[in-house]
């Protein structure tokens, strides 16, 4: 099944060859995990701070348990700091 990643800041570097505009369609097997995604391109877990499946905010907790299905978009972000 194929999903979309979208990666912010400094974690686009970790997108596969051919990404543009910071995403990337990727073909993953049923049952796939945000962690799993997050393990299969390398990103370091603790620069994986806020986790969205099309919009939806999920928690840490849910990341190894929450399956994508086929078409979903899996959003990152770094933890960032503004002021």
């Not at 990404?19 to 799993?36: D, H, K």
């Not at 997050?38 to 806020?50: D, I, W």
């Amino acid at each position: 099944m194929k999903v979309t990643v979208k990666l912010y800041a400094l974690l686009d570097k970790y997108l596969p060859a051919g990404a543009s505009n910071n995403q990337a369609e990727i073909e993953v097997p049923p049952g796939t995990t945000p962690a799993a995604i997050v393990a299969r391109l390398g990103l370091p877990a603790e620069y994986c701070h806020l986790v969205l499946i099309n919009g939806l905010f999920v928690p840490p907790a849910e990341r190894t348990t929450r399956a994508l299905e086929h078409g979903d978009h899996l959003a990152i972000w770094p933890p960032v700091a503004g002021g």
